[in-house]
C-alpha cells in the first residue's frame, strides 16, 4: 500500500459526508468520521429526534435539471447566477449517475440498493430551460444525458394541465440500505468512524491535534476537516431548513415521476425497490421547523399522485395504501451548496460541503470528487511551501 497523502477528519455521515469519505479513501487519505448520527435500517431511527438526520428521509432519486439554454437574448445577473448553479449541478449529477453504473458494473447495485429505471417529468408551465429540451439537446456536449431520452407526446400526459413532458434514465437508491453500503465500503477500506458530536472545526482539530489512540490503532494527527453537516455548523447565515413531508406507501411503482404545477407545488414519487413501497410527495416549506405530519397534506398529496400517475394503482386497487407519513428538513443554502475552502484562524483548513437542499443523493459524488480535489490542492500547496 502506498504512503497517506494525509489525514482529513469528515464531519457527518449523511450521504455527502459518506460519499466525501469514501471517495478520500479512493484517493489514499486516511480518514475518520465523526458523526451525531449514523446510518442505521430505515425502521429504527427515531423521525422526531433524528429530524434534522437527513439522508434517512431524501428522496433519494435522480432528476435531470437542465441549465437555461443557448440563446442570443443576454440572461439577467439573476438567470446566469441561476444558470451557473445548474450548470455546476447538472456536472455533479452526471458524475453521480456514472458512479451508480460503476457500483451496476461491479455487482454491487443490489447490495447498495440502487434500482435503474425510467423517470418520468410532466410540467404544468415549463420554462427554456425544458422546452428546448431535445432529443438533440439532451445528446448535446452541453448536456450529455446518458441512456434514453424522449420527449413525451400530449396524448401521454395525465391532464390537459401539462404542457410539456419527457422521460429518460434514471436511477434510485433505498436512503438507509445505500448509507449503510457506503459505511461498510468506508470500513473496509480502513476509514474510522466515531459517533461524536462536534460544535465547531476548532474542536475537531484540537481533538486530533496530537495522535489518537483508538480501539488499539492509532489515528494521526488532522491535516484537514470536511464540514459535511447538511446545515453546516450553525455559523452560516445563509442556511435554511425546507421542510418536507411525505408518505411511504405499499404500493411499488415502475417509475420516478415528477410533476411541476402552475402554482410551484409538486407531485411526485420515488420507489424505494426491494419490495420496500414507494415515497409519495410532496412539500416544500422553507423555514418550516413543525416536525409533525399533517394527515390532510397526507391526502391531498396521494390523491394528486393517483391523479397523475393512476397506473401505480394495479390489481383493481383505487387507493393507495399509507404505510408512514416522513417528515424532513432538507439543508437548504441561500445561492446554492456551499463547496469551498477555506483556512480558519487557530484550526487549520477546512473543506465546506453542505447546504444541497433536497438534492443530496443525486449530486452527491460531484460534490465528493470537489471535496478530494480541494484538499489535495491545499495540501499540496501547503506541502510545496514547505519545501
Known sequence: MSESKGHVVVIGAGVIGLSSALALLDA?????????DLPAPFESIDPRSQINFTSPWGGAHNRWVPPFPPSSTPLTPTQQAEHALRAREHAFSLSTFHRMKLFQSQGQDQQAGITFLKGIEFLESPGPEYTSLTLQRA????LRLPGHFRVLESHEFPDDKIQWGCEYDTWCVNPMQYCLFLLGQIIARGGKVFK???????EVFQLFSDAVQEFGATVPQ???VVNATGIGLGDDEMVF???????????PCDATVTRQNADGTWTFCVPRGFK?????GGTKEPDNWDPKPDPEVRERLLRAFEGTYPRILADGKTRLTPVRDIVGRRPTRKGGLRLEGEVVDGAGFVMHAYGLGGRGYELSWGVA???VEGIKG?????KGSRL
Open 276 to 280: 420496500a413501497g414507494t415515497i409519495i
Open 196 to 202: 461524536r458530536e462536534v460544535r465547531s472545526v476548532g
Open 378 to 382: 491545499h495540501l499540496e500547496k501547503e
Open 241 to 251: 431548513p425546507t421542510r418536507g413531508q411525505t408518505c411511504l406507501v405499499q404500493e
Open 28 to 36: 489514499n487519505y486516511t480518514t475518520t468520521i465523526l458523526a451525531k
Open 222 to 224: 488532522a491535516d484537514a
Open 139 to 142: 445528446s448535446s456536449q452541453e
Open 369 to 371: 470528487e470537489g471535496v
